[in-house]
């Protein structure tokens, strides 16, 4: 079973910056892909990045590509969302999730962390 673990939410104003991480354990990550959600109060939980389990390809939805960039380190078995030039509109609630079989870009992964707040002040 793998357990994950969220941090590094908070509140931020407009323009700043802040690093999710999401740590892992009961399993080493090295042969899963990660990926990150966000779910906003009335919206549906949506996929915004994915990492390949070899670090190697990565996806990004149109909402956050060219501002947010996913990483993972294999040594500390922990995934990261580096999230840049944040705007209000990516205030939610924001999940990482694992998976040793989902295709990058999908979102039908196998483990889930319990999420971090993320709010940005206008």
């Known amino acids: 079973q793998v357990q994950l673990v969220e941090s590094g939410g908070g509140l931020v104003q407009a323009g700043g910056s802040l690093r999710l991480s999401c740590a892992a354990s009961?399993?080493?990550?090295?042969?899963?892909?990660m990926g990150w959600f966000r779910q906003a109060p009335g919206k549906k939980r949506e996929l915004i990045a994915g990492?390949?389990?070899?670090?190697?390809?990565?996806y990004y939805s149109d909402s956050v590509k060219g501002r947010f960039t996913i990483s993972r380190d294999k040594t500390k078995n922990t995934g990261y969302l580096e999230m840049n030039s944040l705007k209000p509109e990516d205030s939610a609630v924001y999940y990482c999730?694992?998976?040793?079989?989902?295709?990058?870009?999908?979102?039908?992964?196998?483990?889930w962390g319990q999420g971090t707040q993320v709010t940005v002040s206008s």
């Open positions: 999730a694992a998976s040793n079989n989902v295709p990058l870009g999908r979102s039908e992964y196998d483990y």
């Open positions: 009961g399993r080493t990550l090295s042969n899963y892909a």
């Open positions: 990492i390949a389990w070899n670090g190697g390809r990565t």
